[in-house]
């Protein structure tokens, strides 16, 4: 996806893969407040690329897309329901992305964590999923709650608020779980997002396609490649 949110319209409609902002839904408030927008630098200071989730009081899980490549490991994140450049706080932390991104076809490794550097104990954070917990026979009527900071339609413009919507289970494969993008769904910017069931974070946003409409893909955090990843910075259930 698009290194930064602040993508000229055109630019975006270039771009296919590891995408995703909330579609369908409406701001969310005070609804998710573990939930924040991931900041990079890229040169000249932070600017808003993904979102992710609080699951500890200092770490924040996200997509491996969002934080691989870049010249530094330093990242920020805003909790506030609508971020505000010069308004908003921003807590700093180091990214740490899952080694094996990158090396397999047959498991995309898309998973990071940013340790930030002083606890956020404002909020409770989300959980994580148990071991092998998703399945098509549990899921097959199961919606989804995504949360995010992306765009919201396909004007791509950026405006701050975090935003939700449901989607609906499509199917499900060793490491990823597919979404309906029908009523509901993600885009530009919701990379790294969670996709909720309850207060569970049950895979995050990994991609979709460059309408930001049909079935998007997320990375399930129940496999044990993710929880592997995940246990070498905070308790998995």
């Known amino acids: 996806m698009p290194r930064s949110l602040l993508l000229a ?20 408030g005070p609804a998710h407040p573990a939930v924040g927008l991931l900041l990079a630098d890229h040169g000249s200071g932070p600017e808003p690329e993904c979102t992710g989730s609080l699951v500890s009081p200092t770490v924040f899980v996200t997509a491996a897309h969002c934080v691989s490549d870049l010249a530094s490991t330093l990242f920020w994140v805003s909790f506030d329901a609508r971020f505000v ?8 932390g180091t990214a740490h992305a899952d080694p094996a991104y990158g090396t397999s076809k047959t498991d995309s490794h898309d998973l990071a964590v940013v340790v930030l550097d002083q606890a956020f104990t404002d909020t409770v954070p989300l959980g994580l999923p148990r071991a092998d917990s998703l399945n098509k026979a549990a899921l097959k009527s199961q919606p989804f709650t995504n949360v995010g900071y992306g765009f919201a339609d396909r004007t791509f413009v950026f405006d701050g608020l975090r935003r939700t919507s449901v989607s609906s289970f ?20 919701d990379s ?32 044990p490649s993710a929880r592997g990843f995940l246990s070498q910075f905070v308790a998995v259930p």
């Open 192 to 223: 790294g997002g969670p996709r909720l069931i309850g207060s569970t974070v049950a895979a995050v946003t990994t991609s979709g396609n460059k309408n930001c409409t049909g079935q998007s893909v997320s990375y399930r955090l129940d496999t």
């Open 170 to 189: 499509t199917t499900i494969d060793a490491t990823d779980v597919k979404l309906s993008e029908s009523s509901g769904g993600v885009c530009f910017g």
């Open 85 to 92: 450049v010069g308004v908003s706080q921003l807590r700093a």
């Open 9 to 28: 319209s055109a630019a975006a409609l270039l771009l296919v893969a590891p995408a995703a902002a909330i579609t369908g839904g409406s701001p969310d």
